[in-house]
């Protein structure tokens, strides 16, 4: 399986303040995808990284608080923009290549003072 | 919308014990894939288990099985010869259109030495 990379692997942030987070994989990878993972909570898909062009975003996510990069098929961003406390969460990156499963990076444990 | 839902929040199995954790789900599609991820302490998701819908048999890896009822849209995990390590959070997932994962709740699995 590929080998991940996300970074930071945590911050503590202040209000107001934007976080850039990013995934990087060792080979290149078809999708890529990032997840949110509130306190307690189950992981939530916030938008599919498209290679060179603009990020699908599911539902309740928008381009403009969560800006996505992807300009190759290793390497995506997401930035979390105008931050407050409720973006406090677990922020994950999967990767899947052909018909392999998908795979998670260790993600970015993200709090917001 | 797709539903993944793991009704239990928690268990607790003896070690060396078998344990089974439940999952159903919803959809209108005929092809899919359903997943067991796990997820410890240190946060990152590790892939149990898949299960491609299309394929009657119950996919196994070493102690980990599935029990997949596709007309009852049920899919379960039997965990034998539980371990400590085995304690963790369990993810239900099933993967849609364009390879988006929808999650259930999670399951907090425990270990009694």
């Known amino acids: 399986s590929a080998v991940i990379s996300q970074k930071p692997s945590r911050d503590i942030c202040q209000r107001g303040t934007s976080l850039t987070i990013q995934c990087q994989v060792d080979?290149?990878?078809?999708?890529m995808f990032w997840y949110r993972q509130q306190p307690g909570q189950s992981l939530t898909l916030i938008a599919t990284?498209?290679?060179?062009?603009?990020?699908?975003?599911e539902s309740g996510f928008v381009i403009d608080k969560f800006p996505i990069s992807r300009p190759n098929l290793t390497f995506s961003t997401l930035t979390v923009s105008n931050m407050s406390p409720e973006d406090s969460s677990i922020y994950l990156c999967?990767?899947?290549?052909?018909?392999?499963?998908?795979?998670f990076g260790d993600g970015t444990r993200l709090s917001i003072l | 919308a797709q539903t993944v839902t793991q009704s239990q929040p928690e268990m607790s199995v003896q070690e060396a014990e078998t344990v089974t954790l439940s999952c159903t789900y919803d959809?209108?599609?005929?092809?899919?894939?359903l997943f067991w991820y796990k997820q410890p302490p240190s946060r990152q998701m590790i892939l149990v288990i898949r299960q491609e819908a299309y394929k009657q048999q119950n996919a196994t890896e070493n102690r980990f099985s599935v029990n997949f009822q596709k007309a009852a849209k049920s899919f379960s995990l039997k965990i034998s010869d539980s371990q400590l390590g085995d304690a963790a959070m369990y993810f239900c997932?099933?993967?849609?259109?364009?390879?988006?994962?929808?999650f259930g709740k999670g399951i907090t699995l425990s270990v009694r030495p």
């Open positions: 990284a498209n290679q060179g062009s603009e990020a699908t975003y």
């Open positions: 997932a099933k993967s849609g259109a364009n390879s988006k994962l929808t």
């Open positions: 959809t209108s599609e005929s092809d899919y894939y």
């Open positions: 999967s990767v899947e290549r052909g018909d392999q499963p998908q795979h």
């Open positions: 080979s290149q990878v078809t999708m």
